[in-house]
Nanobody, 127 residues
């Protein structure tokens, strides 16, 4: 059974940093492309960042470029989202997502392309 478990969310002041972790089990992590999405109240789920099976290709949403960094450690079966210079508009539930990828370099940007999801981690940025 595939499980993705997020941790590292919380309350932080504007300008601060948080690092989210996504621990994976029940899968061959190196065969998975990973992504981070977020959903604020009343809004659709949106892509934050995505990473290919190998760490060579990454994608960032326009609103987080230059502030957030996605990474993965295939030896630890864990994906990360480092969030710096946080803003109140970054407040949302953040979800880790994964899917099998036959290609080493492809990342995925649409929620429907992912088969496995974590339970979500609340990130709240106060002004």
């Amino acid at each position: 059974q595939v499980q993705l478990v997020e941790s590292g969310g919380g309350l932080v002041q504007a300008g601060g940093s948080l690092r989210l972790s996504c621990a994976a089990s029940g899968l061959t992590f190196g065969g998975y492309a990973m992504g981070w999405f977020r959903q604020a109240p009343g809004k659709e789920r949106e892509i934050v960042a995505a990473i290919s099976r190998l760490s060579g290709r990454t994608f960032y949403g326009d609103s987080v470029k230059g502030r957030f960094a996605i990474s993965r450690d295939n030896a630890k079966n864990t994906a990360y989202l480092q969030m710096n210079s946080l803003k109140p508009e970054d407040t949302a539930v953040y979800y880790c997502a994964g899917r099998v990828s036959t290609d080493l370099w492809t990342y995925y940007l649409v929620p429907s392309e992912y088969s496995d999801w974590g339970q979500g981690a609340q990130v709240t940025v106060s002004s």
